[in-house]
């Protein structure tokens, strides 16, 4: 064992995220071997026995059961062809419009994310559906692009949301309260993606021509038809997951079963399910949520090192020094989770920054909940800032060749959304309402 005071061990771990990452290697890994390596130099064999500790909590931590629930949820759904329909009927309501199919990508994006809370998922549903659709009538490439990985990415945010359920536990805040106070955030993103959309479809009318009225020609009775039809099994779903949430009928774990079982009727009921299909949600669950837990119980250990090691009093300390009262320190963390969303994915970013952060925002006197959602807002905008940028390289690899989208126009298309996401930021700052009032009325 080695003596090594705070602040020394604070650059090595910190610093070696950073080396590491920037030389390839996968997060866990890199995370797992500082966890191992620092804990062994400072507290010797004992280190064993905390690292077993901390990945045995987090595998038996029930709440994180809902993930590979809510991750089967996401998989079906998306198998289930629902997104396809729905576009195509919000197509015949809005083509009419300049941008009026950037405009239903991310309505479609809303209405996928209040049932699938995977981003990958997500962006190339709405890649596959929608960008070709807007490509071939001359959209521009970025404006399309940039509404497909915007539109894509609230589903990481708009309950139920897997950033929500791994949250939760990490900062010791119930997942039903975060559920609901992401809800009114997450349509605010909504709407100010679709206001941007209008206007600048507006000023620039070139950038996204109207749909042809031969193309919409379609009875107003069977439009409404479809219509309800479209959005009857979404609503359905929501429901049997958020609703018995929010009327304090089940926690999240037993809703994200109730969840899965809805989807995967829908996929019945849609002529989709096969014992192939479900062989195939099966398998790509079994891997994503084998990622999450590695990602876990690494990013675990990680922080229980940092902070056994005092490396947490450090950086409380530093950050609480920033001038400008409470929200001088918070602007700092805000801007941290901001610069790390370029090189980190957000699992590495709430395993180890929420844990110690968490108390920070306490000592500020900040609402718990308040300061989750907006380190949750923040991180939409990690999916769209390169280079480790999920959306963007998601929307490049499921976008068809012919297509001729280029990782330029995608990226182009991406930066006013991370602008808008910045504003979403400063109204849920001067309305903290927006986060905490669904919260509040929750059924306990």
Same mark, same amino acid.
């Given at each position: 064992?080695?003596?090594?005071?705070?602040?020394?061990?604070?650059?090595?771990?910190?610093g070696?995220?950073?080396?590491?990452?920037?030389?390839?290697?996968?997060?866990?890994?890199?995370?797992?071997t500082?966890a191992?390596?620092v804990?062994?130099?400072?507290?010797g064999?004992?280190?064993?026995?905390?690292?077993y500790d901390?990945?045995y909590?987090?595998?038996?931590?029930?709440?994180?059961?809902?993930i590979?629930?809510?991750?089967?949820?996401?998989?079906?759904?998306?198998?289930?062809?629902?997104?396809?329909?729905?576009?195509?009927?919000?197509?015949?309501?809005?083509?009419?419009?300049?941008?009026?199919?950037?405009?239903?990508t991310?309505?479609?994006?809303t209405?996928?994310?209040a049932?699938v809370?995977?981003?990958?998922?997500?962006?190339?549903?709405?890649?596959?559906?929608?960008?070709?659709?807007?490509?071939?009538r001359?959209?521009?490439?970025?404006?399309?692009?940039?509404?497909?990985?915007?539109?894509?990415?609230?589903?990481?945010?708009?309950?139920?949301?897997?950033?929500?359920?791994?949250?939760?536990?990490?900062?010791?805040?119930?997942?039903g309260?975060?559920?609901?106070g992401?809800?009114?955030?997450?349509?605010?993103?909504s709407?100010?993606?679709?206001?941007?959309?209008a206007?600048?479809?507006?000023?620039?009318?070139?950038?996204?021509?109207?749909?042809?009225?031969?193309?919409?020609?379609v009875?107003?009775?069977?439009k409404?038809?479809?219509?309800?039809t479209?959005?009857?099994?979404?609503a359905?779903?929501v429901?049997s997951?958020?609703g018995v949430?929010?009327?304090?009928?089940?926690?999240?774990?037993?809703?994200a079963?109730?969840?899965?079982?809805?989807?995967?009727?829908?996929?019945?009921?849609?002529?989709?399910?096969?014992?192939?299909? #479900?062989?195939? +949600?099966?398998? *790509?669950?079994? %891997?994503v =949520?084998?990622?999450?837990?590695?990602?876990? !119980?690494m $990013?675990?250990?990680?922080?229980?090192?940092?902070?056994?090691?005092?490396?947490?009093?450090?950086?409380?300390?530093?950050?609480l020094?920033?001038?400008?009262?409470?929200?001088?320190?918070?602007?700092?963390?805000?801007?941290i989770?901001f610069?790390?969303?370029?090189?980190?994915?957000?699992?590495?970013?709430?395993?180890?920054?929420?844990?110690?952060?968490?108390?920070?925002?306490?000592s500020?006197?900040?609402d718990?909940?308040w300061?989750?959602?907006?380190?949750?807002i923040?991180?939409?905008?990690?999916?769209?800032?390169?280079?480790f940028a999920?959306?963007?390289?998601v929307?490049?690899?499921?976008?068809?060749p012919? #297509?001729g989208? +280029?990782?330029? *126009?995608?990226? %182009?298309? =991406?930066?006013?959304?991370?602008?808008l996401? !910045?504003? $979403?930021?400063?109204?849920?700052v001067?309305?903290p309402?927006?986060?905490?009032?669904?919260?509040?009325?929750?059924?306990?």
């Amino acid at each position: 064992m080695i003596e090594i005071s705070p602040e020394i061990l604070t650059i090595i771990m910190l610093g070696g995220i950073l080396v590491g990452v920037l030389t390839g290697y996968t997060l866990a890994f890199v995370i797992g071997t500082l966890a191992l390596a620092v804990g062994y130099t400072v507290w010797g064999n004992a280190i064993l026995s905390l690292l077993y500790d901390r990945a045995y909590g987090l595998l038996t931590n029930y709440i994180l059961l809902a993930i590979p629930l809510f991750v089967f949820m996401g998989i079906m759904l998306e198998r289930s062809g629902i997104a396809g329909k729905m576009y195509d009927v919000l197509y015949l309501w809005l083509g009419g419009l300049r941008g009026g199919l950037a405009i239903t990508t991310v309505l479609v994006g809303t209405i996928v994310a209040a049932c699938v809370g995977i981003i990958t998922a997500s962006v190339s549903m709405l890649a596959l559906v929608a960008l070709p659709s807007m490509i071939r009538r001359d959209y521009d490439k970025a404006l399309a692009s940039g509404s497909v990985c915007a539109g894509g990415t609230l589903g990481i945010l708009i309950p139920p949301s897997i950033m929500l359920v791994v949250y939760g536990p990490m900062a010791a805040i119930s997942v039903g309260k975060l559920f609901m106070g992401a809800f009114i955030p997450g349509f605010v993103l909504s709407g100010l993606y679709v206001t941007y959309i209008a206007l600048r479809c507006f000023f620039q009318p070139k950038i996204a021509p109207p749909v042809s009225v031969e193309e919409r020609a379609v009875p107003f009775i069977k439009k409404t038809a479809m219509l309800i039809t479209s959005l009857f099994p979404p609503a359905i779903l929501v429901l049997s997951v958020l609703g018995v949430i929010f009327l304090g009928i089940a926690p999240p774990t037993e809703a994200a079963g109730m969840g899965a079982f809805v989807a995967t009727l829908l996929a019945i009921a849609y002529r989709k399910f096969s014992w192939r299909v #479900l062989k195939e +949600t099966s398998l *790509d669950t079994l %891997r994503v =949520s084998c990622f999450v837990y590695l990602m876990g !119980i690494m $990013a675990y250990s990680f922080v229980g090192v940092f902070i056994g090691a005092g490396c947490g009093d450090v950086m409380r300390e530093l950050i609480l020094s920033t001038p400008g009262g409470r929200w001088g320190p918070f602007a700092a963390i805000m801007f941290i989770c901001f610069i790390l969303g370029f090189f980190i994915d957000w699992m590495g970013i709430v395993f180890i920054m929420v844990p110690i952060v968490t108390p920070i925002g306490a000592s500020l006197g900040l609402d718990p909940v308040w300061f989750a959602m907006m380190i949750c807002i923040n991180l939409q905008m990690s999916f769209m800032t390169p280079p480790f940028a999920v959306s963007i390289f998601v929307c490049r690899g499921a976008a068809a060749p012919e #297509l001729g989208v +280029t990782m330029g *126009d995608i990226i %182009r298309g =991406s930066f006013p959304f991370v602008g808008l996401i !910045i504003i $979403a930021l400063g109204l849920c700052v001067a309305f903290p309402e927006l986060i905490l009032w669904l919260p509040s009325r929750m059924i306990k």
